[in-house]
């Protein structure tokens, strides 16, 4: 009977074995459709060329927060791509998921590319918008996406508070003031940055975008450059949008070599051309001088610098009762 | 007086110009005024749309993520959004009929019964545990007949823990609410119930085959009446493996087409005070005992089973055989042995309207609708079966009493099965039981097997 039994379980271990089949789900957020469609065909490519595999890689795309409340609730990402640190770690401490120390595994804090945050304004630029004091003016209408489920919306707010904190010689309650006045110019809140370039862009609402400098871009190879220009502030923030495989879930779906390969490619000279291509602001100095017509110079700050790194800043301002809920009224 | 006359049309052309400057610069005022009302307004009839709009995306994604409530013909179901919380009510209610004919005065076999009477909950937590409990208050005494958890890893790998059907006869394994007769066949004297116990089991290759392996309390021969206890130190094994290798196939011929092998071990199951080890009695398709062991008799000793299974389905037909060899050894307080008693049965079907016939139940096209020219789905089944007990149990009356037991028993079943819709069906059978007593020693008056069994059967059913 032992071998009966022992038949049987090497009989249902090679099936799992056998039933396998290489797919992956990357949770990402808003912007970065177009990226991970360039970057996946080159994966499969990559991957079909290094072990005879196909690999299937399927994305999900949304407000960050949102996207990584969705891996908490059970949605198997085997790998995230997404807005900032913070939600990864929500992923690390509510779902336990990954571990805590994740940004460690991959180089420069596990992001392989970097962005910032730009003015999308329309042609000719009627209300002459050229850095975030116009922005608070009187009259001014502006789109931005809802902090509570956009990390883009996040690095949004913060680029705005740090170069009122700059102006104000670091006087909070100024700082506080500056945004306040913002919020107030803001007339609809979505809940990722595609909502908000569809509110700008095809909508037709607000004099100024405040977006994803990839996302800016877009918009222009999207719906004409006659139609919108970049404008690009005098500061802004150096936003990171980190990656991790998700480590059980991987497991899991027996992806956890895969998906270590997937995010360590993004670290490839062809992953970086891909991530530069479409607008993001790549790691590799080489690829990043090759791409320096893409992006505007701007001073950019950190958030580990300016704000005390993603945990303090997301309950100082973005927990509930937090600054963004003090200044913010519907 | 000319040149007054000039100055006047002088004075009267610049007062006119203006006037007509003041009021065009007036005008063009009021147009930008108004168009700017315009701008302002536009982009509040816009904000107002997007609004509309972006709270209809929550909507949609709120109402992904709401708990589902959804009753019909599977049930009551109430799930969360995500899935991974399902609470689940079903039901079996069965009201039999038995009508016994030429039965030499057998008291008490006729009339209506509540075969089964069972409210099913089910259900699944954490996404990956499923549950069951479902008891029966049918029959003359409530019974729990499933309580059980499993852990889905894959379809490959679920751990299953509890109490719930023994995985070796393949027409016992069949859905109580979707058999082809009233009663099982025969064959399903000699495989164990429902037991208590832990077993792995899954599907394979996308369900080309499937398997089940466990650890059991250790049944007896088929007992209708479970327990929920045991406390012997040895334990049984039982194990299925089934094959549908064109399950997944476009051969037509063969899709339908599945075989295996059930089997059982105990290496030893002493009686204690509250049982023998050994089957309370067979019985046939009527119910009624035609084999018991003597008073005194008890399992002593290794028990085995094996049962070679196959079926068939293709369009309307449906075909059903197993073979079941049951192994004990007995003692009684002078003597043992080891007795090998064996039981076949073969049935078919045919659904009369056409539908597809398979072995998880019939789904009319039509449902009962006289008004719209609804009948529902019709089905002819048949039945053969026998059931050989050991001849050493009888030698000497060692071990059963041939004046009182039969050798063996065969049957044979006809009926037609009425199917309303999928929660209501109709059966009607007739089915004739002869038995062979051990050597040719008559069988006394009043004993079941005295006389062959005919019985007709009658059922009305509520399943969801």
């Known amino acids: 009977m032992k071998n009966f039994l022992n038949i049987f379980l090497l009989l249902a271990i090679a099936a799992t074995v056998q039933a396998k089949e290489i797919k992956l789900l990357n949770v990402s957020y808003d912007p970065t459709r177009e990226l991970y469609v360039d970057y996946n065909a080159a994966f499969a490519k990559h991957w079909k060329a290094k072990t005879g595999d196909d690999v299937n890689i399927s994305q999900s795309h949304g407000g960050s927060g949102k996207q990584a409340q969705s891996v908490i609730n059970g949605l198997e990402a085997d790998v995230v791509t997404l807005a900032l640190a913070y939600d990864i770690d929500a992923i690390a401490t509510q779902a336990r998921l990954l571990p805590a120390d994740w940004q460690k595994r991959l180089p420069n804090n596990s992001t392989p590319y970097t962005s910032t945050i730009v003015f999308l304004v329309r042609k000719g630029n009627p209300k002459n918008i050229k850095d975030w004091d116009d922005i608070v003016k009187k009259g001014v209408s502006v789109v931005v996406p809802n902090p509570k489920t956009s990390g883009g919306a996040r690095w949004a707010y913060l680029a705005a508070y740090a170069y009122a904190l700059e102006k104000n010689n670091h006087d909070d309650s100024a700082a506080r003031g500056f945004i306040k006045q913002l919020y107030k110019n803001v007339p609809v809140l979505d809940s990722g940055a595609r909502g908000s370039t569809v509110t700008f862009a095809q909508r037709g609402i607000g004099d100024v975008l405040l977006a994803w400098e990839n996302e800016a871009h877009l918009a222009l190879k999207e719906f004409g450059a006659d139609k919108f220009d970049i404008v690009t502030p005098s500061l802004s923030i150096l936003a990171e949008p980190p990656v991790s495989v998700v480590d059980k879930n991987a497991k899991r779906h027996h992806t956890t070599e895969v998906a270590g390969e997937y995010l360590k490619y993004l670290y490839s000279d062809e992953g970086q051309e891909i991530a530069a291509r479409n607008f993001y602001r790549p790691r590799n100095e080489a690829v990043a001088a090759k791409y320096a017509a893409n992006f505007n110079q701007v001073k950019l700050v950190g958030i580990d610098q300016e704000f005390g790194g993603w945990t303090k800043a997301q309950q100082t301002h973005f927990a509930d009762g937090g600054v963004f809920d003090q200044i913010f009224q519907p | ?464």
């Open chain 2, 1 to 464: 007086m000319h040149k007054m006359k000039l100055n006047w049309k002088l004075i009267a052309g610049i007062v006119g110009a203006q006037l007509a400057f003041n009021a065009l610069g007036a005008n063009d005022l009021e147009v930008e005024q108004l168009k700017k009302q315009l701008q302002e307004l536009d982009q509040k009839v816009r904000i107002l749309e997007r609004e509309r709009e972006i709270d209809g995306e929550a909507a949609v994604a709120k109402a992904a993520t709401a708990p589902k409530i959804s009753l019909g013909a599977s049930g009551f179901n109430l799930s969360s959004g995500d899935s991974n919380f399902v609470a689940q009510l079903h039901g079996l209610v069965q009201l039999d009929s038995r009508s016994f004919f030429n039965d030499g005065g057998l008291n008490g076999n006729d009339g209506f019964l509540l075969r089964r009477a069972r409210p099913i909950f089910s259900g699944t937590v954490f996404r990956d545990f499923d549950f069951n409990f479902t008891p029966d208050f049918g029959n003359t005494t409530v019974q729990i007949q499933d309580a059980w958890v499993s852990y889905r890893y894959s379809p490959e790998l679920q751990l299953q823990a509890g109490k719930f059907k023994s995985p070796v006869g393949l027409e016992h394994l069949q859905v109580d609410s979707v058999t082809s007769f009233n009663e099982r066949s025969l064959v399903t004297d000699l495989v164990p119930n429902r037991d208590l116990g832990v077993q792995l089991k899954g599907d394979l290759f996308n369900g080309a085959a499937s398997y089940a392996v466990g650890v059991f309390n250790g049944g007896t021969d088929y007992n209708g009446t479970t327990v929920n206890n045991s406390f012997q130190d040895d334990k049984g094994f039982a194990g299925r493996l089934f094959f549908q290798p064109w399950k997944n196939t476009d051969v037509n011929g063969l899709r339908g087409l599945g075989f295996g092998v059930g089997a059982s071990y105990i290496a030893n199951h002493p009686a204690t005070a509250s049982s023998t080890g050994l089957t309370p009695g067979y019985t046939t398709d009527g119910q009624q005992k035609f084999f018991t062991y003597t008073n005194g008799v008890n399992a002593a000793g290794a028990g085995w089973r094996i049962s070679p299974q196959a079926n068939y389905y293709y369009g309307p037909f449906g075909l059903l055989a197993e073979y079941v060899i049951s192994d004990q050894q007995v003692a009684s307080k002078t003597q043992s042995a080891d007795l090998q008693n064996t039981a076949w049965e073969i049935s078919g079907s045919w659904l009369l309207t056409g539908e597809d016939a398979s072995y998880a139940g019939v789904t009319p096209r039509h449902v009962f609708d006289p008004r719209t020219g609804g009948w529902g789905a019709w089905q002819l089944v048949a039945r053969v079966g026998e059931l050989d007990v050991d001849s050493k149990a009888f030698i000497g009356g060692a071990f059963a009493d041939p004046k009182k037991n039969a050798n063996s028993a065969t049957a044979w079943s006809v009926g037609l099965n009425w199917y309303l819709n999928k929660n209501i069906r109709a059966n009607l059978s007739y089915s004739h039981t002869t038995f062979a007593s051990y050597a040719g020693i008559p069988i006394s008056a009043g004993s079941v097997p005295y006389q062959s069994e005919d019985v007709l059967f009658s059922r009305v059913q509520l399943a969801f």
